[in-house]
């Protein structure tokens, strides 16, 4: 070989697996955010929903347990706005059979953990992304690192998977363990390990719940960041499309809530199934508790049911969400169908961003 041969020559030594080149970029990514003190405390502060929770798990195994209805009457104190009328008062009864408790104890569950990861987690999640994803990619393209990358065994594949990952892997510790952390305190509560049987879906849906949530707001931001080299725009863009999305809805569903509120509280107009609740006002027009509450959750969900609700992308995340964790609830095609098309296009922008100086 002639010494002055400077061209390419085939590497001898020992491949490293493909795997390697998305795993260290990874491992690069958790080890820059951890030193950011606000990404830290982000991430403590979004697990302080957890005691909460964690006292309404008590609280109910209590009541399904208890002889008295003091337990009962306290989780329907704290809960009442998540858990279905029907629910608590069936969990309200004297008496509980050991399959009335399985049967509550799947349904209540569920609805806890879907409350839990739709509004809490869901709030610090967004703020979390929102501090984290913004630079994953535009600090990429501000200091020209992609030339780097891909001059080396790292594909378009590997590449994106590791910033991927990186925003699944702290998102996730803020919701998807919390609520694996939830069931199997719920499962150390209970006095057998009959829960197991009565519950063993719960802890499959929460991962898919997770992944619903987790999946569609990472391609999101990664695309938001993709499209400026300065990060504080793509954190700008990511909070104004979450914030502008929610406010259109909350408008249209205000606006029906207010108008539905009248039609029942003014001129009585209820379904059939409700309208023996109207016998129980009396001359100052009060309801009970118990009617109150299972008109609210009618009015509620009645402003609820409009194709406006398809503006909001949390919305529909959230019903998502809701549909599987719990039993008996419609699947949300419309909905569906909007995350499935918004995370899609915002990859297709993400991936023409990415491999655009490829393209060169």
Known sequence: MPIHDV?????????????HGWWIMLLTNIMILRRNGWVRRAMAAAWLPTIYLGAGFYTLETALHATDRQSARTFVGMFQAVVPADVIQFIAKDVLTPDDIGHLRHRIWGHLIASFLSYPQALAGMLLIGLIAPALISRDLRTRAYLIYFSKPVGVREYLAGKYLTLIVYVGAITLLPALALFLFGVGLSPDFGVLW????????TVLASLV???????IALMFSSLTHESRYAA??????????FAAWQTVYSARYLSLQYEVYYEGQLPERLEYLLDEVDSRRQFDEAAQLMIGQYIAKEAGDSVWSLLSMYESIR?????????GQPMPVSHLLMVSCVTLFSFVVLLRRVTAPLRL
């Open 198 to 205: 009565d519950t063993w879906d719960l802890p499959i849906r």
């Open 7 to 19: 061209g390419y020559r085939p590497w001898q030594g020992v491949k490293s697996p493909r795997i």
């Open 319 to 327: 019903r998502v969400q809701l549909w599987l964790l719990s039993t």
């Open 213 to 219: 949530f987790l999946i569609p707001t990472a391609t």
């Open 236 to 245: 700008v863009g990511w909070f104004v499309f979450w914030l502008l999305s």
